[in-house]
């Protein structure tokens, strides 16, 4: 495992929202070098940016046209220099956002690709014979360009498939995997990536990383293949880099493709969801931390605990507060559920990333679709830093901002949350300090289940010498639990402890060290 991602924690930063230094309504590199000493001082170490390159911008950044120019309105390459220097002279590390399923249909690759007749990009994407031809199982668009065929979509109308091959073709139109057309895939997202990390980035999250193959097994082998060969040549040159996938399915994600990371994400309906936001469409919340719920841990930990099993000696299965995919925690979670709902995600193993503005508890939005973000631009808002003009965000007149601020009167901000010295900021500085300095944290192996029961909502778990204790209900609960030889060392709410028992208080949450 990559040496520093054993203590790593990360910080999502969304550039177009965090900090906008020159006051044109739109964040951008230099924003975020003078937001890095909050970064750290909140006790995050490590950065995940969304993308930034040069793009049409109808997917947020997502359908890149150039993958090696900086998007104009984030700054220049020379801007992404100072931004590397400036995350590692804080020791601190920054992962880019690699794009590698597909591109703008900007870019010039798919150009060249729709024009009549061959040249050297016309595999570079998947087309079928003839426009008319179906291509069944996949979604395709035909009537945009010149050439005869119909294009494979990975995501967006505007985000045309890169082609890595079929894991078993059936139609001439369907390359292998080890086609030159799409061996010659491979090699330009290694050059990408190589490019990034010469200059001084640490690593890559990857975007729909189990999408490369198509028609894939269940398994996706096929994707884990082209990931293993991309991955071990990359880290030929660059065995410090990290990489983390959008994929959901360690065992593929981790021990076949190579990733050290995978995320656990926000499915519908499933242990993630269920923890935070597990809303319906008429608004009823029965999410796990929700005092009134009526869910107990079990609903998370059957579906988290086996996967994190199948991983845990080789990478790490990781948490998230939220991204720029979800509805903020904060919709439907108050501060306190909040602040219970964060100690557990970050004192459980692998390493945690926070959405920025989660730590203070920003709200969702509604707001119309912003950069085909649809329901996701209502969490992508301006970070609200302060009271003053756009919450401190930008100097730019309020028309002019990428989406606008908060206009609550109680609208949390950075400022209010750091005067207060019970509030979510605080928990959050708090345990991420405490994470720093076990060492307990730093291993991601050993997380044991101590007390968990049917009809009961509060839980116990262990890692090492420490133990937590939660309970997210709203009545105190007693436990057959003997903690005698132990000592908190943080605690909200309340625990009282006798020989064989122990009370853990409506709302509490407590991390005992064992002595
Ligand atoms: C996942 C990204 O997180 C999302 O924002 C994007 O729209 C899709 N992949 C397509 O790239």
Redesign the pocket.
Known sequence: MTEWLQTAVFYEIYPQSFKDSDGDGIGDLQGIVEKLDYIKGLGCNAIWMNPCFDSPFK??G?DVRDYKKVAPRYGTTEDMRRLFDEVHRRKMHILLDL?P??TSEEHPWFQESGMDGVNAYSDRYIWTDNWFQRAEGLAYIAGERERNGAYII???KC?PALNYGFLHPQEDWQKPMDHPACLATREAMIDIMCYWLEMGCDGFRV??ADSLVKNDDEVKSGTCLVWKDMLGRVRERYPQAAFVS?WNMPESAICRAGFQMDFFLDWSGNGYNLLMRDYDDKGRDNSFFRKDSTRNIQDFLKEYLPKYEAVKEKGMYCLITG???MIRAAYHLDEKELKLAYAFLLTLPGAPFIYYGDEIGMRYQKLPCKE?GYT?TGSRTPMQWDNSKNHGFSKADASQLYLPTDSALDAPTVEEQQKREDSLYHTVREILEIRGKQEAFARHDNLEILSVEENRRSFVYRRGNLIMLCNPSGQAETLELRLTESAVIWLMGAVETDADRCTIGAQSFAIYRVV
Do not use: K, L, P, T
Request: proline content about 0%; cysteine-free.
């Open positions: 997917d947020a997502y794009v399923g597909h990975n995501f967006f985000q975007d729909m959008e991204n720029h995919d085909g996701r």
